[in-house]
């Protein structure tokens, strides 16, 4: 398969609707294919041969697709498959080398790595994942010139049962007639009445064959409308069995004659009202509407409104009497919706009896650990009116508490107030024999729907019976019993369906359920926001990257993974040696005395010289020959210098005590850090400023509407009020950058690291987790991580993490990453006032290296290169290109495709002004995606109790844009007027 990109090639995008299933709706996505670039001719599907197999309520749907290239060169499609909630793809597969390969799924974060490394090989693997709104997309490359690429896809769905039939919907809509069209079925009613089978297509539909297969095939047909199945009315539970990697699984269709239960008038109710940015999208009509119809059964009732936004703030109570409720919602129709979406603060309230949450779910700001969980007693309702919403919380919300879920997208004020009246049926529990059947879904609590529900699970003996216990309570609840039998009409779909229900059941706490996510996706190969599909290039690459290949592939990969894993394992210690080899020359460096008078030449800012500083004679290192010294190589050759041998260089750790004796420079008088102010040049800005301070809050919304999608401006404002000392109004502010893009991981670095800026690691910390679980390949998450759970005192925390930075091996864009977080390890251990467990990180990298001066530079955007430059008191300016100065002044390698970070060390300093500037040099992104953030942190005693820290966040707009950062001044020289 011949995957080069071509500098010539087309950017396209396909996008074509796969199924429309909803009841009562006409066309839910047209099936189409967009060409973005306007001179070539749209990409068509060809023929499409649909394939359906229906089994009870589950239905499995298979397109099976050829899309022709009409132009001259050669395309790239990006496929989008837009389906409903329920339905979930079990399968996909492209042509390669002629046959159809299967893709094979991958935990998500895994296989955006290794699409992006591979990709900068200049390949292109395929990819499908799960987009928002349930959209399934899939880049694929290429689409020959006036070739043909072939591509299948299956999904699952389980049909809702909708009065007293259960429906299954196709909607078709191809843009262009289909050279050729299929249309094949496959009904298992388990009943003894057919299946009913209708169409608004022009086609002649056949009878039924053998009461259940159907076929139908076309040329040039034009395939737009809708097609039928509806499905008799079971007559008794109907089980199917199946076995999948040697375990059974059951899936049974339990019939149930459904009853309402009224529920208790609520006399407090307790209303959290979501007030964050993305609240401002939900349909408030609607929810007033709900309400407006809720309160005018309940008449009399009293309402704490409380608050959700970053933080929960203090509950208001009011007085709804005999339904009139305007005082309320005057209130929030005046609600003001910003920042971000979080638990943080909610507390139970012993007066409330009910509570109802309105909110679209999207949780994103504070502990993963507060996120999910509603410490509240009694029913919790979940509303929702929002498009874009977290469905499987608010619902899982509602199930675990007695509430009511209610979708006001699909059901009127009316139907909600009745449903908020009335108390559904659950299943109570699952009795069965646990040596017999286990792992039952869904689980109970689960709310049941019309008049069938279906259960699956795991089955371990030949028969075995479960009971169902369903009703309101124990007292007014009855037991429905299902026999299993080993083996009794056995398919692949009871092991999926099982897995479909698992997923369900364990998505409603996501976060603390995606080890198990995404170890049953995997397993059964179904994509969800965890997993993805995936197929690549040749066998060496499911090798390299620890991804099982398709059956088609297997023999060859295990074959040649023995061989692969002895070579992997060889890499790990050849790593560890070059970690170890490089802090070897660090400590060398670091021991070495440089003379702190002026240089000869006084080298001045741009300009480099080859010969590097010599040390002082009298100044020899105690435990390393001078002669070494002087036969070890530049700083900025290290990585390719071979080590220094000293036996002083395997040391026990220094205490902060003698590290800091051993660290006194020239003067020991005292030093300060004293930071530009960065005030960017914005209109809004300057309207911030002009309005009295009663008035900036009202200004800042009244500019938000101008910059909603603007990360600069939140920051801008969010620093702005923190200069004003509005500390809670600017931490609401700057959490919006949370609200702007889902899981966007550069968005959540820019917005921990200017967290803790701000003194709240205890905030930055989860947003530092989000992106460590985003970008795990990335060293940076890491360490971002740790440091702010070292500014947050979690030392050990720390020190684990970066014992990870260290031991791993980071793709060539982080270049001795592993010496930074050895420096920050052993200054953490040194200056903790408790005894840190420092068994993971060898003994020859155990030694504190205190410093006079460090500084360090960060950015958020990758395939950015950002430069620190640092100029001294004689004027010279340690930079990329000039990495050691003549008193000892060390700039670390060079950052050019990562996030950094550079950083400059010198271990005595000598007394005067050090200027701390940047310099956008570069910028290699393959799209413009605006400013690029940078964090500087300036540091004076690093490594010792006397540690002081300075840090900003800045933006660069343009490329060799210089931003000056601040000064820090040694022994009190610059006041001095030295």
């Not at 398969?1 to 996008?15: E, K, Q, T, V, Y």
């Not at 294919?33 to 089994?55: F, G, L, M, W």
């Not at 949450?357 to 700001?365: A, E, F, P, Q, T």
Request: aromatic share 8%; charged share 25%; net charge negative.
């Amino acid at each position: 398969m011949n995957l080069l990109r071509l500098p010539s090639i087309l950017s396209l995008a396909l996008r074509f609707g796969v199924l429309a299933v909803w009841a009562g709706c006409a066309l839910l996505r047209a099936q189409r294919i967009d060409v973005i670039s306007p001179d070539v001719q749209p990409v068509v599907v060809e023929s499409a041969a649909v394939s359906t197999e229906v089994t009870g309520r589950i239905a499995v749907t298979t397109f099976d697709l050829v899309f022709r290239n009409p132009n001259s060169r050669v395309l790239e499609g990006t496929f989008l498959f837009p389906l409903l909630d329920g339905q979930q793809v079990i399968r996909f597969a492209l042509d390669v080398d002629g046959s159809m390969r299967d893709a094979v799924p991958v935990e998500r974060t895994h296989a955006r790595v290794v699409f992006e490394e591979i990709e900068r090989r200049g390949v292109d693997p395929a990819l499908l994942e799960q987009a928002a709104g349930n959209v399934y997309r899939a880049r694929v490359y290429p689409i020959p010139a006036q070739g043909t690429r072939h591509l299948l896809l299956s999904y699952q769905e389980s049909l809702p049962p909708a009065s007293d039939q259960i429906t299954y919907r196709l909607n078709l809509n191809f843009a262009q007639p289909l050279k050729l069209f299929r249309l094949s079925l496959n009904v298992h009613t388990g009943a003894t009445l057919p299946a009913q089978a209708r169409t608004t297509l022009d086609l002649q539909l056949p009878p039924w064959r053998d009461g259940q297969f159907m076929e139908v095939e076309r040329s040039d047909f034009d395939a737009r409308g809708l097609f039928e199945i509806v499905l008799p009315k079971a007559e008794r539970p109907r089980v199917m069995t199946g076995r999948f990697n040697g375990k059974e699984y059951f899936y049974a269709e339990v019939p149930n004659t459904p009853l309402l239960f009224s529920r208790p008038a609520p006399k407090v109710l307790g209303l959290i009202w979501d007030c964050s940015t993305s609240g401002s999208g939900r349909d408030h009509l609607r929810e007033f509407a709900l309400l407006d119809a809720w309160f005018g059964e309940l008449k009399n009732l009293e309402v704490h409104l409380v608050r959700l936004r970053d933080h929960v703030a203090r509950p208001e109570t009011f007085s709804v009497r005999n339904g009139d409720w305007q005082a309320l919602k005057r209130e929030l129709e005046s609600t003001v919706y910003d920042g971000a979406t979080s638990l943080e603060g909610l507390a139970d309230d012993a007066r409330v009896d009910t509570w109802m949450i309105v909110s679209d779910g999207l949780l994103n700001y504070g502990a993963a650990e507060s996120s999910k969980k509603l410490p509240l007693h009694g029913p919790v309702h979940a509303i929702v009116a929002a498009a874009k919403s977290d469905t499987h919380w608010l619902r899982a919300a509602a199930a675990r508490s007695g509430g009511e879920y209610i979708n006001l997208l699909e059901t009127t004020a009316a139907k909600g107030s009745f449903a908020l009246q009335t108390q559904s049926m659950r299943i109570l529990g699952i009795d069965s024999d646990a040596q017999a059947v286990t792992h039952v879904f869904p689980e109970p609590g689960a709310p049941i729907d019309g008049d069938s529900f279906a259960v699956a699970g795991r089955l371990r003996k030949r028969e075995a019976v479960i009971r169902i216990r369903v009703g309101q309570n124990r007292e007014n609840s009855q037991t429905l019993e299902v026999q299993l039998v080993s083996g009794d009409n056995p398919s692949i779909l009871a092991p999926r369906a099982w897995a479909l229900q698992k997923i369900e059941s364990l998505a409603a706490d996501a976060d603390a359920n995606r080890a198990d996510i995404q170890e049953t996706s995997r397993e059964f190969g179904i994509v969800t926001s965890e997993t993805t599909l995936m197929v690549l290039e040749s066998v060496a690459d499911y090798i390299r990257y620890g991804i099982a290949p398709p059956d088609s592939l297997r023999s060859e990969w295990e074959a040649r993974r023995a061989t692969d894993a002895t070579m992997l394992k060889a890499n790990r210690d050849h790593h560890l040696q070059q970690v170890i080899q490089t802090f070897e020359r660090r400590v060398a460096w670091w021991e070495k005395r440089y003379p702190k008078d002026t240089p000869p030449d006084r080298r001045k800012f741009g300009e480099t010289e080859s010969q590097q500083p010599t040390p002082q004679n009298d100044q020899e290192p105690p435990e390393v020959a001078l002669e070494a010294l002087d036969n070890s190589p530049t700083v900025g050759s290290l990585g390719a210098a071979s080590p220094t041998p000293s036996s002083a260089l395997r040391t026990r750790f220094v205490s902060a005590g003698t590290a800091a004796a051993s660290n006194t420079g020239e003067d020991s008088g005292s030093s300060t850090i004293a930071l530009k102010a960065w005030s960017p040049s914005a209109g809004y800005l300057d309207h911030l400023r002009r309005v009295s301070p009663d008035k900036r809050y009202a200004a800042y919304l009244e500019e938000r509407v101008d910059h909603e999608r603007s990360p600069g401006f939140f920051l801008d404002a969010a620093d702005f009020f923190f200069e004003a000392g509005d500390t809670e109004l600017a931490l609401r502010i700057l959490s919006n950058l949370a609200e702007l893009e889902v899981d966007d991981a550069a968005l959540l670095r820019v917005l921990g690291n200017r967290l803790v800026q701000a003194n709240r690691p205890d905030l930055a910390i989860p947003e530092f987790e989000r992106v460590a679980r985003l970008r795990p390949e990335e060293p940076q998450s890491l360490r971002d991580l740790a440091l702010a759970c070292a500014a947050a005192g979690r030392n050990q925390r720390a020190i684990d993490l970066l014992a990870d930075v260290v031991n791993q091996s980071w793709d060539p864009r982080f270049p001795e990453i592993e010496q930074i977080a050895i420096s920050e390890i052993n200054a953490i251990a040194a200056t903790s006032s408790e005894p840190l467990d420092l068994s993971r990180i060898d003994p020859r990298l155990r030694k504190n290296l205190p410093l006079d001066v460090r500084a360090v530079l960060t950015w958020d955007a990758n395939d950015c290169d950002i430069d620190l430059w640092v100029t001294d008191p004689n004027g010279e300016t340690a930079k990329y290109d000039f990495p050691l100065t003549h008193q000892g002044g060390m700039l670390s390698r060079d950052f050019t495709g990562g996030y950094g970070p550079e950083e400059f060390l010198l271990r005595q300093a000598k007394p005067g002004g050090y200027r701390v500037r940047i310099n956008y040099y570069g910028d290699r992104r393959q799209t413009a995606l605006g400013p690029v953030t940078a964090q500087v942190r300036l540091i004076t005693g690093f490594g010792t109790p006397n540690q002081q820290e300075k840090r900003l966040t800045v933006r660069l707009k343009s490329r060799q844009e210089t931003l000056d950062i601040g000064n820090v001044d040694i022994g009190g020289a610059l006041k001095k007027g030295k």
